[in-house]
């Protein structure tokens, strides 16, 4: 079974694109607007000699009760629990946040 890696940060830091960077083809939608990735997409890739899986999620914000925020901080928390490995993202312009700490 290959290791799994989860990408998971604050909305609209680039999480798809480093998804999609990371699989080498468009698998996920890439838009300015927070809310675009919702559910968990997949996929493979290989990198410095090592074989493995991807997954990209939504925005995480912790504290939002909206019905679409809370369906997809629960899809963060599913692909948290498939993760070998977490790999968080932050916007390097502004830096790391009080919503970037409270996702780590």
Do not use: C
């Amino acid at each position: 079974m290959l290791p799994v890696v989860s990408i998971v940060g604050r909305p609209n830091v680039g999480k798809s694109t480093i998804f999609n960077r990371l699989i080498g083809k468009r698998k996920a939608i890439v838009h300015d607007e927070y809310g675009v990735t919702r559910d968990r997409h997949y996929g493979q890739s290989f990198w410095n000699g090592i074989d493995f899986n991807v997954i990209d999620t939504g925005g995480y914000l912790p504290d939002d009760m909206d019905v679409m925020v809370v369906g997809i901080r629960e899809q963060v928390h599913i692909a948290l629990e498939e993760s070998d490995v977490i790999l968080l993202v932050v916007d390097a312009e502004h830096g790391i946040n009080t919503l970037d700490k409270s996702v780590s």
